[in-house]
């Protein structure tokens, strides 16, 4: 039961590193608007059904910040986190392999252990906004949201 809810919080972790660059730009470029209609982007409407995303994005950059300075291979987990999720152009595996000199296993390493030391930080959070962010990452895993993607 314990790894099952650790696992749904490395999922609700991936998710919302996954979507961060168009959950950050959705806010910065709508930031005037401030009601939805059935023409609204998907992402905009969830935004506005959830205004604790905001709260989620700034306690995911703290988070990752804070990765920065854990010893020995923080950096390299920051490096890492920042290069394929957060930095305005997203980064291959093999470009951030090659940017940073390691190794794709490396690689796959740091960033596992990177996401699930986020999760532990998020979700396990005292933060009363917890719950309103779980519901948002639900929502951002809705179809609908998938199939406006592609």
């Known amino acids: ?7 749904r919080n490395y999922g609700r972790t991936k998710t919302l590193l996954e979507n961060y660059r168009d959950i950050v730009w959705t ?12 023409n609204s982007p998907y992402l905009l409407k969830i935004i506005h ?11 995911l950059k703290q988070t990752i910040n804070q990765l920065y300075h854990k010893p020995d291979d923080g950096v390299d987990m920051y490096d890492i986190i ?20 390691i190794s794709d296993s490396y690689y796959y390493r740091k960033k596992r252990l990177a996401i699930k030391l986020i ?4 979700w396990k959070s005292s ?13 951002l895993n809705c179809k609908r949201y998938r199939k406006e993607d592609s």
Do not use: M, R
């Not at 039961?1 to 696992?7: G, I, R, T, Y």
């Not at 806010?27 to 059935?38: A, G, L, M, R, V």
């Open 1 to 7: 039961n314990a790894q099952l809810h650790e696992n």
């Open 82 to 101: 920042k290069k394929a999720y957060i930095d305005e152009k997203k980064s291959t595996g093999e470009e951030i392999c090659d940017i940073l000199f």
């Open 49 to 59: 059904k959830y205004p604790e995303s905001k709260t989620l994005i700034n306690a």
């Open 127 to 139: 933060n009363p906004d917890v719950e309103a962010w779980k519901n948002f990452i639900q929502a």
């Open 27 to 38: 806010i910065k470029f709508f930031s005037d608007n401030k009601n939805t209609d059935e």
């Open 119 to 122: 999760s532990e930080k998020l």
